[in-house]
C-alpha cells in the first residue's frame, strides 16, 4: 500500500492528480504542470515534499562519522548552514544524494530521498557498526517530519507575512528555527527549482495549518500548489540531478558532475579510493546538457547519436515550459562533451538534431 502524506485529503480537496513516486501517492499537478512551473518562475509554487526521509546523527564523535559517511566537507559547516552532498559506495557509485544540516557539532539531520529513506537509513546503520564511533547515534525521524518547500521570487514575500523573523538573515543554504503561522518550523533558504525559496520542516500534525496560511496569504501574489511535474521540469531546466536518473550506483558523482562537493583531498570517506583512481584514469562517461535544434521531446532512455553511433543516453528530457524547447540531460562518452557538438536524438524511429550546451539551460534568478 503506498504511503500517504498529511496533505492527501488536501491534495484532493484541490482537485491534484495524484500518483505514485517512491512508494507514496503524491500530487503529480493540479490545475497543469505549465502553469505551475511558471507560476514558479515568475511568482511562487508551494510543495508538498513531505515524503523526502529525515536521519538524525547525535553524539560527540557525529561530524567525525559524517566526514567518513558522505563526500562533501563536513568540517566547512557552521551552525545553522545546510550542505548539499552524497554517500557513496566503495566502487564510487552513490547511495543516494542528500541535504546535511548543522544545528551544532554534535546534532545533524540529512535529509534523503523518499524512496531511498529505508536503504539510506540501513546503509547509515552499517557504516555507523563499522565505524568504531561508539559515541555516535542514527535514527531515521521522518514520521516526526512534514516539509514544504516554497518556492519562486514571491517566497521571501509571501513567507514574510507569516513570521517575525528577519528572513534576509537567512541566506542561502542556511536555516532557522522559529514560528510560522504559530507554527514551530525549520526555515531553509533551499530548494530544488533554482528560484529564491524555503524548504521548511515542521511536525506532521501542524503541516496543513502552514499549508493553508501559505495559500490564503500567497494568493494575491500569484502562488500556487504545484505539484512533482513541476518539480521535476524546473529542476531540469537548471541541470539538477535526480537520483535514479542522473546519480545512481552505476554513475558516480564524477561523473555525474558533482566534482564540486566530492572532496578527495579528505584522507578518507566511504568510496574516496574508486573516485580517486577514478579521476585520475578520467571518467570514461558524462553528464552533459543537450537542446534540441530540431523540434523533439528527448525522454528517459533515448539513444543519442554522433555521426550515425550510439554515444550516449538521455537521463533526463522534457518539453522545457519556460523556453518552448526540447531539453534533455545525457551520459555520454566522455570525447564527446564539448559545447556545441551536434548530435542525434533517438526519437520514435527518428533521429531528431540536437547540440550540447552549457548548463544550466535557464540563469538561474
Not at 546523527?57 to 557525529?62: P, S, V
Not at 540529512?110 to 563499522?130: H, I, M, P, S
Not at 562518452?333 to 526519437?347: F, K, M, Q, S, Y
Request: net charge negative; hydrophobic share 40%.
Amino acid at each position: 500500500m503506498l504511503k500517504r502524506t498529511a496533505l492527501y485529503l488536501a491534495h484532493r480537496e484541490l482537485g491534484a492528480r495524484m500518483v505514485e513516486f517512491g512508494g507514496w501517492e503524491m500530487p503529480v499537478q493540479y490545475r497543469g504542470v505549465i502553469d505551475e512551473h511558471l507560476a514558479v518562475r515568475h511568482a511562487a509554487g508551494l510543495f508538498d515534499v513531505s515524503h523526502m526521509g529525515e536521519i538524525e546523527i547525535k553524539g560527540r564523535d557525529a561530524q567525525a562519522f559524517l566526514q567518513e559517511l558522505t563526500i562533501n566537507d563536513v568540517s566547512r559547516l557552521s551552525n545553522g548552514q545546510a550542505q548539499y552532498t552524497a554517500m557513496c559506495y566503495p566502487d564510487g557509485g552513490v547511495v543516494d544524494d542528500l541535504l546535511l544540516y548543522r544545528f551544532d557539532g554534535e546534532n545533524y539531520l540529512l535529509c534523503v530521498n523518499a524512496g531511498n529513506t529505508d536503504k539510506d537509513f540501513a546503509w547509515v546503520e552499517a557504516a555507523l557498526e563499522d565505524s568504531g564511533f561508539a559515541a555516535v547515534t542514527c535514527r531515521n525521524s521522518s514520521v516526526d517530519f512534514a516539509q514544504l518547500a516554497l518556492q519562486g521570487p514571491a517566497a521571501a514575500l509571501i513567507l514574510s507575512q507569516l513570521t517575525a523573523i528577519d528572513l534576509s538573515r537567512i541566506t542561502g543554504y542556511h536555516f532557522y528555527e522559529g514560528l510560522v503561522a504559530e507554527v514551530p518550523t525549520l526555515i531553509s533558504r533551499t530548494g530544488y527549482t533554482g528560484e529564491d525559496g524555503f524548504e521548511l520542516y515542521c511536525h506532521p500534525e501542524a503541516v496543513l495549518t502552514l499549508w493553508r496560511n501559505l495559500l490564503d496569504v500567497g494568493r494575491e501574489d500569484g502562488l500556487m500548489p504545484a505539484g512533482l511535474g513541476a518539480r521535476d521540469t524546473l529542476r531540469l531546466e537548471m541541470k539538477y540531478p535526480l537520483y535514479g536518473h542522473e546519480l545512481s550506483p552505476e554513475i558516480s558523482p564524477l561523473e555525474a558532475g558533482l566534482g564540486w562537493i566530492t572532496h578527495l583531498e579528505k584522507p578518507s570517506f566511504i568510496g574516496r579510493e574508486a573516485l580517486v583512481r577514478q579521476k585520475e584514469k578520467g571518467p570514461e562517461r558524462r553528464l552533459i546538457g543537450l537542446r534540441m535544434t530540431e523540434a523533439g521531446v528527448p525522454r528517459a532512455g533515448y539513444p543519442v547519436y554522433l555521426n550515425g553511433e550510439v554515444v550516449g543516453t538521455v537521463t533526463s528530457g522534457t518539453l522545457s515550459p519556460s523556453l518552448r524547447q526540447g531539453i534533455a540531460i545525457a551520459l555520454v562518452r566522455n570525447e564527446v562533451r564539448r559545447p556545441g557538438t551536434a548530435l542525434e536524438v533517438g526519437i520514435r524511429q527518428r533521429r531528431v538534431a540536437a547540440e550540447i550546451v552549457k548548463p544550466p539551460f535557464l540563469e538561474k534568478s
